[in-house]
């Protein structure tokens, strides 16, 4: 499970630095979003039509996947993509890192509060992390369209945490994960290009940059890493595979210093110390729990 989460992380930590520059390189980022969404999900349910896999779905998984389509591709990416426009990819994924203490509240406000505290200890220390490492690249854009890429990537990451619950409920009730993931990645990818249609000009001059983050985009971005994803949604819950919103922005800071000169300082160092230290916590949290309830029986007894 860690060895997958590991090249999950490493994955997505790379994906800002192909975006910003595939964006950088002049393609409308609706549209840049939108056909690699489009792309991979097709190119993933043709796979498992011809592999045998049934990929059609009942009236309730199509709600699901039109909800997480919607929610955790369309508007999650839709709003990175323009974002990273007016912002670093380090601190795009530095904003990300909220997700999971996202999906934290929701639940603690549904009532499920099993192990609440050690999770909420385990986020907010590798949230702290993360502000540490990044500080340096967020403040140092201030202008307001920066300021609007900021508030629209965290709005983006509310709707994110329902569609990664929702994913979880419908792997639960089911659904196949590799089938979920090829209708939402088609549902967002659809919702993207009629935004992109309506908001952008389609004529792009193509470069082999372009072609190159693109391609790495729908292979290894949205193939590979979300299949990746979908497996630990299936295995561990929606928690513990939405950290990699914590570790991969230390990768996108490293990866955007060595290719496009953003920011490195000596607190991307410390910062990460509080990062692996938190999504330890979080990944553990129920097992800590056991262990302490154990301890205070054992206490109470004697």
């Known amino acids: 499970m860690y060895l997958v989460y590991g090249w999950m992380c490493l994955i997505f930590g790379t994906t800002f630095l192909a975006i910003k520059v595939g964006i950088e390189g002049g393609v409308p980022p609706f549209l840049f979003a939108g056909t690699r969404f489009l792309a991979a999900?097709?190119?993933l349910l043709l796979f498992l039509k011809l592999t045998g896999t049934k990929i059609a779905l009942t009236q309730q998984q199509r709600w699901d996947a039109g909800f997480v389509g919607t929610t955790m591709t369309a508007l999650l990416f839709g709003c990175l993509y323009?974002?990273?426009?007016?912002?670093?990819?380090?601190?795009?994924a530095l904003l990300s890192a909220t997700a999971p203490l996202m999906i934290m509240l929701i639940e603690f406000f549904r009532g499920q509060r099993g192990a609440v505290m050690l999770k909420i200890?385990?986020?907010?220390?590798a949230l702290l992390g993360v502000g540490i490492a990044l500080y340096p690249a967020v403040a140092a854009k201030d202008s307001w369209l920066?300021?609007?890429a900021v508030a629209f990537i965290l709005a983006s990451e509310v709707a994110y945490?329902?569609?990664?619950?929702?994913?979880?409920?419908a792997l639960v009730a089911g659904v196949d994960p590799f089938v979920l993931n090829g209708w939402q990645m088609l549902v967002g990818g659809i919702w993207l290009l009629a935004l992109s249609w309506s908001t952008e000009s389609w004529q792009v001059t193509g470069s082999r940059s372009i072609v190159v983050t693109w391609l790495?985009?729908?292979v290894f971005g949205?193939?590979?890493?979300?299949?990746?994803y979908y497996w630990l949604v299936r295995t561990a819950g929606p928690l513990l595979p939405s950290t990699w919103t914590y570790v991969s922005p230390i990768i996108a800071q490293l990866v955007g210093f060595w290719f496009l000169a953003e920011s490195l300082t000596i607190w991307s160092l410390v910062g990460l110390c509080f990062v692996l230290v938190g999504v330890g916590a979080v990944s553990r949290a129920s097992q800590l729990a056991q262990w302490l309830s154990k301890r205070r029986k054992t206490a109470l007894s004697a």
Do not use: D, N, P
């Open 82 to 92: 323009w974002g990273e426009q007016h912002i670093s990819s380090s601190a795009a």
């Open 216 to 218: 790495y985009l729908v």
């Open 41 to 43: 999900g097709g190119l």
């Open 146 to 148: 920066a300021m609007a």
């Open 161 to 169: 945490a329902f569609g990664a619950i929702r994913s979880r409920l």
């Open 222 to 228: 949205s193939l590979i890493g979300h299949g990746a």
């Open 121 to 125: 200890s385990g986020l907010l220390t």
